[in-house]
């Protein structure tokens, strides 16, 4: 599964996905690959710049703004579940 969470003007992309060594147990993981940001994140990663810290986000926030968009699909939605269970304390979709 690869799923195309975001993509900017410059060509970097989120991806939620099962398709690297990252993922265990088939879980996604928020694959990212931009010119200021690349590797694998779990929901409560860190991502963004230390300065200014503004920037900062969790991998989470990114996953649940992503599954609560109306067009999302079923395996989407559930593909956005499976990876935001990995942190219970994090927010979740329904």
Known sequence: ?????????????AYLTNETCASRYGIPVLEITAADVDGD???ADLIG????PETLCRAADVV???ASQPDRTDEEREAARRYLR?????????
């Open 49 to 52: 710049d230390l300065d200014p």
């Open 86 to 94: 990995q942190w219970p304390e994090g927010p979740q979709v329904d």
């Open 64 to 66: 649940v703004g992503w």
């Open 1 to 13: 599964m690869r799923l195309l969470v975001t993509q900017d003007e410059a060509g970097g992309t």
């Open 41 to 43: 994140f779990g929901p």
